[in-house]
């Protein structure tokens, strides 16, 4: 290399460092940028809000994704059961979730049908929880293929044991009796606390199936061969009578206008149950556009692909579950 290449050289390691230095400082601003401008929008993305529903209008509300106790969509529901709004179109598109937020959802859809005439319409699936949130109205809406059903109830949690034995890890513990914190799984279940669990499993089973019997008219056998934690598709479930109709929104504005008189011409209008960026969605985002922004781009679909971010989400879940598919892996 000649001495007169030299000072070039040095002049490009230098053109380099000042580039790399470049693209940190504008790819760390991009990220702050970014997490503001999500901030910003938490911040003015109120849920509930009755300004963009015109007076008169059909609310549109949309269930989907896992459901668990949400505070705020009772309170959502709560001012749409007291706002001017004609009639309510309930979408559901969901597996279900936890027993116990899917019961308060359907105590807050019911308390919106003393209110407002209200019909469910299932789009592509309404299971489990999903189906207990569908039974507050008194008309569901299904297409062909939908999936509706899967009526039971489920505890799962994993065993470790003989994980642990493998590494050599053994987990003592002093409890104030047998059953307390049972199953915590770093040891075998007994069968004192896997009868105890079974207690718990089929006493929400049975307010499940009354909530059947009451909502749908079914008992004896007609109950019995719909509880049993199968998906129907909606001509089954139609024939099963755990639905009323096969049809879409088209087809609840028209039983809104033909059983209680709502004008078919009336203007419907999305009403968000929840902020668009709250609970698991947040930090879903957040992680997507950071990795984005580093330029880690092709990690993140990846994620994506993998259902990486669905899995965590399904993972959040603790307690009794009214949920088909709970695996992580499906």
Known sequence: MSLDSRPLDADQIVDRRRLRRKLTFWRVLTVLVALAAIGAVIATSRSGSLTNLPSGAIARVTISGLIRGNQERVQALERLANSNVKAVIVHIDSPGGTTAGSEQLYDSLRRVKAK???????DSLCASGGYIAAMASDHIIAQSASLVGSIGVLIQYPNFTDLLKT????????????????????????????????SIVMDSYNWFKELVSSSRKLQGAALDKVADGRVFTGRQALDLKLIDQLGDERTAIEWLAKEKGID???????????????????????????????????????LEQSGAFAAAERLNLDGLLALWHPSPTN
């Open 167 to 198: 590494v050599g890890v053994k987990v003592e513990d002093v409890k104030s009796s047998p059953l307390k914190a049972a199953p915590n799984g770093f040891e075998p279940t007994s069968p004192e606390a896997r009868a105890a669990l079974a």
């Open 264 to 302: 078919p011409k009336t203007p419907v209008r999305d009403y968000r149950l929840r902020s668009r960026l709250s609970d698991f969605s947040f930090l879903h985002l957040a992680a997507v556009t950071t990795l984005n922004a580093v330029g880690l781009d092709g990690f993140a679909r990846s």
């Open 116 to 122: 407002k005439p209200m019909v469910v319409v299932v």
